[in-house]
């Protein structure tokens, strides 16, 4: 007689190895940044809709893939980076490594690998709108390519915030500092991950004025996977497609064809997912469906929709959904939200946010899921199981389900607009913690 566990094992592997992939060279992916609770900050008292542990979103079959933002600082004590995942992980409510000031969030290996389990790519978001992000020369820039590849990525170290959680790759959202060492950083990383036994993908997430101030050396020296653009905060983002010579998908799809070291590289269109989650640029589902029409049947290049982020898009009626709708040229029908499961995330109910911008918006009452969902019922349940099966216990003893954030929780304030419009984000913050100076109060854009 078969045991039941080893059944349970059987049905939990059939249905994750028939989850749909992520495909790197098609054109109706969604990648949505996780980690800075953009929808917290907006609407601070609104804690139910607050950011999510990750496994909370792997059931959503209609995001691909789910930077983690933000490892925000590069060098900080002992040489070793930092990360910051506002309500979620942090380096003042959460255990710190000996002798650093990065964060141990072994606790999110089980979501990472839950999500991995079904079929989503999940990458590390290096830098920010604020962030430490750096390099004094190429040689810094290879030995700390060597450092995250061990950290974070198939390498071995004592000090993985992720524990044995290995990612998908990294995203590079520099926006200050300079370019210098980045191509370096780069091609370092591809020593590691040539001949690598699982695939490793390299993005950048310029903003849509080409050529970006801070990326555009680095993307045309070194071959990108995949470039997110950032079309909001500028006068060539969403809101001014149809307006000519201001929205420019067309410029990136020329840079990928005749100047890109890789040829095939995607370029992705880079939304708000909601009315708070940028200064300006923001577009309806309707109006996002029309622009995705015209720019995937144009462009070769075109590889999906780039979200910011998660947070915003679930509380603004599931915006994500609606992009891959749109992607996939279907409809979406109208069903109940679900409600936010206490048991998959932390404590929210003691968090105050250290900033609370003027900006509301109430929340949806009701959502509709995307008919490419047809199944997600079954997928949400076999996600959930692969969680369950797969928890891994946080290196504090500490159970993620009760983890309470402390008042002085990172709710991080929305990202200054860039430099061509600087005065449009109303919303823009920079402040500092009164007991340590907090490098990663923004949103990244």
């Not at 370092?188 to 849509?208: L, V, W």
């Not at 509380?315 to 409809?331: F, I, M, P, V």
Request: hydrophobic fraction near 40%; charged fraction near 15%.
């Amino acid at each position: 007689m078969i045991s039941t566990s080893w059944t349970s094992v059987a049905l939990l592997l059939f249905a994750s190895s028939s989850l749909a992939a992520f495909n790197p060279s098609g054109n109706n992916n969604v990648v949505a940044y996780w980690g800075q609770n953009s929808y917290g900050a907006t609407h601070p008292d609104d804690t139910a809709n607050f950011q999510q542990n990750l496994s909370a979103y792997c059931s959503d079959t209609s995001v691909d893939v789910f930077p983690l933002a933000f490892l925000d600082v590069f060098f900080d004590i002992d040489g070793l980076p930092s990360v910051n995942f506002a309500n979620i992980c942090n380096d003042v409510d959460d255990s710190l490594f000996p002798g650093s000031d990065l964060p141990d969030c072994q606790f999110m290996a089980s979501d990472i690998q839950a999500c991995q389990a079904a079929g989503k790519i999940v990458t590390l978001s290096m830098g920010g709108a604020t962030g430490a992000a750096t390099f004094s020369s190429d040689s810094q820039a290879e030995a700390f390519a060597d450092l995250i590849w061990d950290l974070f990525l198939g390498g071995t170290s004592d000090t993985r915030p992720f524990g044995d959680a290995v990612l998908d790759g990294l995203d590079l959202d520099i926006e200050g500092g300079g370019s210098t060492g980045f191509a370096a950083f780069v091609t370092q990383i591809r020593s590691h991950t040539d001949g690598a036994s699982k695939p490793y993908y390299i993005t950048a997430a310029p903003q849509c004025p080409f050529p970006d101030a801070f990326l555009g050396p680095v993307i045309n020296a070194v071959g990108f996977d995949a470039v997110y653009v950032q079309f909001y905060n500028n006068f060539c983002e969403l809101s001014n497609f149809g307006v000519s010579g201001d929205f420019d998908f067309s410029t990136w799809d020329n840079w990928a064809k005749t100047t890109s070291p890789n040829r095939n590289v995607k370029v992705y269109l880079g939304a708000p997912a909601s009315p708070t989650a940028a200064g300006s640029g923001y577009v309806d589902p309707a109006t996002l469906a029309t622009i995705i029409k015209s720019t995937q049947s144009q462009f070769s290049s075109f590889g999906g929709v780039m979200l910011w982020d998660i947070s915003q898009a679930v509380a603004n009626d599931h915006y994500e959904q609606s992009a891959k709708s749109a992607l996939l040229g279907e409809s979406r029908v109208a069903t109940s939200a679900p409600a936010a499961s206490s048991a998959s995330a932390k404590s929210q109910s003691s968090v105050a946010p250290s900033v609370a911008p003027s900006a509301a918006s109430s929340a949806a009452s009701s959502v509709e899921v995307s008919t490419v969902s047809a199944s997600s019922a079954s997928v949400k349940a076999v996600t959930s199981a692969i969680s369950s099966s797969i928890q891994v216990q946080p290196s504090t003893g500490v159970s993620n389900a009760t983890k309470v954030i402390s008042p002085s929780a990172s709710v991080l304030a929305p990202k200054p607009s860039s430099t061509s419009n600087a005065t449009t984000d109303a919303q823009a913050h920079n402040t500092t913690d009164s007991s340590k100076v907090r490098r990663s109060r923004f949103f990244k854009f």
